[in-house]
């Protein structure tokens, strides 16, 4: 059996992943194993926006891991603090809830948010409502899945977790009709990723943040795809000049080494836990921090977030300059760049496939979107290499 039949028979079919098996990465670049060289749109969802295998990342991860990884939160450890200073300090926000993945924060947020309205806004027992967003991407488990809107990621994994609401993304009188006095928190994605790069009307997060105030309701923000760097600010709620009361970031906070997440939030949000209210075993680990820590190092002193605006401003431009009836838009902030496609015309999976031949690595979102989403360490040449790919494709169907 080859690695893909292999693949195939032992594990499970949750992903259909485009067929090219990845052995080595180096900044931008991804190679297979036969040696071909790929120019990577994906950076794994975002999470590799330091580019693979990034030297001082290496460096950091294999010196930690020579002194101390796991001890659990029963124990204090000496990286711990240090990164969540940093983090805390450039994000604005001042204390953090470090976990793995970008649900497990997720998670956090929601027992934060149901514990702050029951302890702090006097929201009676179990009543509690959180608003979130048609079209959203928060992550897996079963009670983010019981507010998605996308059918498949519910379907017969009932029963779901009450105490969500919908509203239309993007449409501020949506969400001051749907706020209650059992409104705990918004919560929102100030750019939805997984939706295909959805960029909300101009001055959206603010107003919604000025009418959570106004009504006493966290405004809590999911930046664990759009966070970091992304869209050509350090959080994409800085486009809208918002300091959210409640923060989540995930992906490239692990520099594209580890899984690393948090959750962040205003003093008297994370002030609910209590010692035993919630944990995580590997959330924290000294690993993970030092790791994290050298990343968001990285991101400074390779200015990785003026980077992302000004190449990304860039490849929105060259992508928008191409000519063809396939192409319904291209969108995007910062390197965070969506290229709607004419269904009639054009399925992404195969414009996706068709770029992998030429050497370029992307995947479609929802069958029509193109996403070019490389890692912020991508240079213009190879941006000129991708655009000039992609408009080869395009003139081949
Ligand atoms: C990827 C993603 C998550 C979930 O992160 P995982 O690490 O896959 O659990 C949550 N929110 C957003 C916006 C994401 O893009």
């Known amino acids: 059996m080859d690695t893909l039949e292999q693949e195939a028979h032992y594990c499970a079919h949750n992903y259909h992943p485009l067929p090219v098996v990845l052995v080595k990465g180096e900044g931008p670049y991804v190679w297979d194993d036969n040696g071909k060289r790929y120019l990577d749109m994906m ?39 240090p990164f969540l200073k940093m983090i805390c300090e450039m994000t604005g926000q001042p204390r953090a809830l470090p976990m793995n993945t970008g649900a497990e924060a997720v998670e956090t947020a929601l027992k934060a ?32 899945v019981s507010f998605s809107s996308e059918a498949q990621y519910k379907y017969q994994f009932g029963p779901l977790t009450p105490g969500f609401k919908n509203i239309a993304y993007g449409d501020v009188d949506a969400l001051e009709a749907a706020i209650t006095e059992n409104t705990a928190a918004f919560l929102v994605e100030p750019i939805q990723g997984e939706a295909g790069i959805v960029i909300p009307p101009t001055g959206y997060l603010a107003q919604c943040a000025e009418l959570c105030k106004r009504h006493n309701v966290l405004l809590i923000c999911d930046e664990v795809q759009s966070g970091l760097g992304r869209t050509g600010k350090l959080l994409a709620c800085q486009h809208d000049g918002v300091q959210p009361d409640g923060l989540i970031l995930g992906k490239a906070l692990g520099g594209g080494m580890l899984p690393v997440s948090l959750f962040l939030a205003r003093e008297d949000v994370m002030a609910v836990f209590d010692p035993g209210d919630h944990g995580s075993t590997f959330g924290g680990n000294p690993l993970a921090s030092a790791v994290a820590l050298e990343a968001m190092k990285v991101l400074q002193d390779e200015k990785l977030v003026e980077r992302s605006e000004r190449l990304g401003a860039y490849m929105l431009q060259c992508l928008q300059a191409i000519q063809s009836d396939a192409i319904i838009e291209v969108r995007g902030r910062g390197l965070f760049i969506g290229i709607e496609l004419d269904p009639q015309r054009a399925s992404a999976r195969d414009i996706c496939e068709r770029l992998m031949l030429k050497g370029v690595l992307s995947k479609e979102t929802h069958e029509t979107v193109v996403r070019m989403a ?23 169907i």
């Open 374 to 396: 490389p890692p912020l360490v991508i240079t213009e040449e190879q941006i000129d290499e991708t655009v000039a790919a992609f408009e080869q494709v395009l003139s081949a």
């Open 113 to 144: 948010a149901r514990k702050w309205a029951y302890a702090e806004k006097g929201v009676a027992a179990d009543k509690a409502e959180i608003i979130v967003c048609d079209g959203n991407f928060h992550g897996r488990t079963i009670s983010i």
């Open 43 to 81: 950076s794994a969802y975002s999470a590799v926006s330091h580019g693979h295998c990034h030297p001082r990342l290496v460096k950091a991860m294999a010196q930690q891991a020579q002194r101390l990884t796991i001890v659990s939160r029963a124990f204090h450890t000496d990286t711990l603090a």
